[in-house]
């Protein structure tokens, strides 16, 4: 060794001193200035996800491409694997205390390397976003066409391999990059005062000439409820619990099966059911509390509430066994299916047959909505693509009518056209393609205009009673059964005891993984 090259001691004191510096992110003024806007740094976030020594740092060094006086620490992005309750994720840390956290190339190199790592290696990935956009220059021009951003890994594993769950917690203003890999995430929580969109208020209002602050563009009730946020809370805490509890029903990827825990009795006793529930079609009740007699106690896990909010869905166990629950909510629009709840169902049908969670469907519903602002929303569409990807599912479907059922409704909900494994209902039930108020209007019309003409009101109110005895005997659940249309009429109280059953037996023999 020459005697003016350095020894490995003062090569080891220079790789120390450069580590250092890696963890400086925005240096004491700019951490300074993050904190007092009400966000944790960076790392600091990290440590509430992870289990405790579990940090595995990759690209700690990273430095940008187009270099300043001014340190940039890892490029503005943390990235690394750890475990969190016991299982292997990988996690990217947007670190907004430096130049806001701004994309560049090197950054999102970064990126793309820890995200083919764990989709290659097959474990959920976690995004705590808080950046605004590209960081200009270093993405101008040229540079802009020639980012190392592939959509073949960066949206979604598509060689064919498993896919991984997604979890992404905002944290802070999200936009361009920042708010796509949200848009990626099978689950989103914001902080109330964090915003989501394509791009901020400073390049909308230059470019359309609409002035706007963070919340009015994306703030948590407008993400919500367009579905591009599923829950909101208030610290930072909350949310790594949020993401922590969303993970722990879903495998670590889909080739492998969602993880069971210890049973529990429901909050509320099953027996309760035959009162929660009201025996007029009209009259309302919290679907919630139906679940609360089904599901494990302490189980249920709210996915996407705000949107769609005629639908209920959730995560939720039954009997130690996760599965997703989809259930008609009558105190909102009498649980009839929006185009927005349709879409919310597709998506939540799809990520619960992506990795290998169970559906229950809860039935209760008048149909779709109808009319000129049904068809201007795209319901037909959202309907059809909807009643295939629930056909398409292979993870057991458990459907039961608690109520009602009818029309498109009906298939909508795990109905037979879209192949349940087992569908049950309730001695209240009502099924048929339209409820008796309407179907007589429809049906009978000319008949009743004839009799309301000829013979008088009291005739045809007379007629209008008759029509409706015979419209719902044929509704109920008994010749249904007689058919085979349903596999069974079930008591209320037995209904948790039944879905466990069913679920058991529809799963089989075979590998707890959708084919």
């Not at 909308?204 to 599923?230: F, Q, R, S, W, Y």
């Not at 825990?261 to 009201?278: F, K, M, N, Q």
């Not at 229950?360 to 109808?370: A, I, T, W």
Request: hydrophobic share 45%; proline share 7%; net charge negative.
């Amino acid at each position: 060794m020459s005697p003016s090259e350095p020894t490995m001691h003062e090569r080891v004191a220079d790789l120390r001193e450069r580590q250092a510096r890696a963890l400086e992110m925005g240096g004491a003024e700019g951490l300074e200035r993050h904190r007092d806007s009400g966000r944790l740094p960076v790392r600091e976030r990290v440590e509430l996800l992870i289990d405790e020594g579990s940090w595995f740092e990759i690209g700690a060094l990273a430095l940008p491409e187009r270099r300043t006086s001014r340190h940039v620490p890892g490029d503005a992005v943390v990235t690394g694997f750890a475990t969190l309750d016991g299982r292997q994720i990988g996690v990217i840390g947007i670190d907004s205390s430096v130049l806001a956290g701004t994309t560049a190339p090197t950054s999102m190199r970064k990126q793309g390397r820890l995200i083919e790592i764990a989709q290659k290696n097959g474990y959920p990935l976690v995004l705590l976003c808080d950046a605004d956009g590209g960081r200009i220059p270093d993405v101008m021009g040229w540079r802009f066409s020639h980012l190392p951003l592939d959509f073949k890994t960066f949206l979604k594993r598509t060689d064919g391999g498993p896919q991984v769950p997604r979890a992404a917690a905002v944290l802070g203003p999200s936009y361009g990059d920042s708010a796509l890999h949200a848009s990626t995430a099978n689950f989103v929580v914001m902080l109330n005062f964090a915003s989501l969109a394509l791009v901020g208020p400073s390049v909308i209002a230059p470019a359309t000439g609409e002035t706007l602050t963070d919340a009015e563009l994306g703030g948590p009730e407008k993400a919500m409820a367009v579905g591009n946020a599923h829950m909101a809370v208030e610290t930072e805490a909350e949310a790594m619990d949020a993401i922590a509890a969303f993970l722990s029903y879903l495998p670590s990827n889909s080739a492998t099966p969602a993880p069971i825990a210890p049973s529990r009795g429901p909050a509320i006793d099953p027996a309760e059911l035959e009162t929660i529930v009201p025996l007029g079609p009209k009259s309302g009740y919290d679907m919630r509390r139906v679940i609360e007699a089904i599901a494990d106690e302490a189980s249920i896990f709210p996915w996407a509430e705000a949107w769609g909010p005629s639908l209920l869905t959730c995560f939720a166990r039954i009997d130690g066994h996760p599965v997703g629950i989809l259930a008609n909510q009558p105190i909102v629009k009498a649980g009839a299916l929006d185009a927005d709840a349709l879409v919310k169902e597709h998506d939540f049908v799809d990520l619960c047959d992506t990795f290998n969670v169970p559906l229950v469907f809860l039935q209760d519903v008048p149909g779709l909505m109808v009319g000129t602002e049904a068809e201007r929303k795209g319901t037909l569409k959202a309907y059809e693509k909807l009643a295939l990807r629930i056909s398409t599912a292979t993870v057991p479907k458990v459907g039961v009518i608690i109520r009602k059922a009818y029309g498109g409704g009906h298939f909508a909900m795990g109905g037979r056209p879209t192949h349940p494994d087992f569908l049950f209902a309730w001695p209240c039930a009502e099924m048929g393609f339209m409820a008796p108020e309407t179907g007589i209007k429809t049906v009978y019309r000319r008949r009743l205009d004839k009799v309301l003409a000829e013979e008088g009101e009291e005739a045809h109110a007379a007629l209008v009673a008759e029509l409706h005895r015979e419209w719902t005997t044929i509704s109920e659940p008994w010749e249904a059964a007689a058919h085979i249309a349903l596999d069974d009429v079930i008591e209320p109280a037995q209904t948790r005891a039944k879905l466990i059953k069913a679920l058991e037996f529809a799963w089989g023999q075979r590998p707890r993984v959708s084919e």
